[in-house]
């Protein structure tokens, strides 16, 4: 069955950077587009960034664009969402996601928490 662990999360300060680990098992995962979303407390979840299967191109939401960056390996099966310049609005737990069939598969979230 389909598998993803994220990994990475953390507290870091407003500025920091944290790089998210999410693996992938259970399907092809070079045939798949994949995603990062979060959710921040008290607010519904959201789309923060996407990636093709072959990585060639990638999307983000505005609040993001230009601070993170998507990418992934096909061959260790995994999807990074690099972060940098983080503010406490970036607070949220971020989760991995592959829709495969019409069904969206979910991890169980790493939190990210950005404080002074």
């Known amino acids: 069955q389909v598998q993803l662990v994220e990994t990475g999360g953390g507290l870091v300060q407003p500025g920091g950077s944290l790089r998210l680990s999410c693996a992938a098992s259970g399907f092809t995962f070079s045939l798949y587009s994949m995603r990062w979303y979060r959710q921040a407390p008290g607010k519904e979840r959201e789309l923060v960034a996407a990636?093709?299967?072959?990585?060639?191109?990638?999307n983000f939401i505005d609040s993001v664009k230009g601070r993170f960056t998507i990418s992934r390996d096909n061959a260790k099966n995994t999807v990074y969402l690099q972060m940098n310049s983080l503010k406490p609005e970036d607070t949220a737990v971020y989760y991995c996601?592959?829709?495969?069939w019409g069904t969206g598969h979910w991890g169980q979230g790493t939190q990210v928490t950005v404080s002074s």
């Open positions: 996601n592959v829709y495969r």
């Open positions: 990636i093709t299967s072959t990585g060639g191109s990638t």
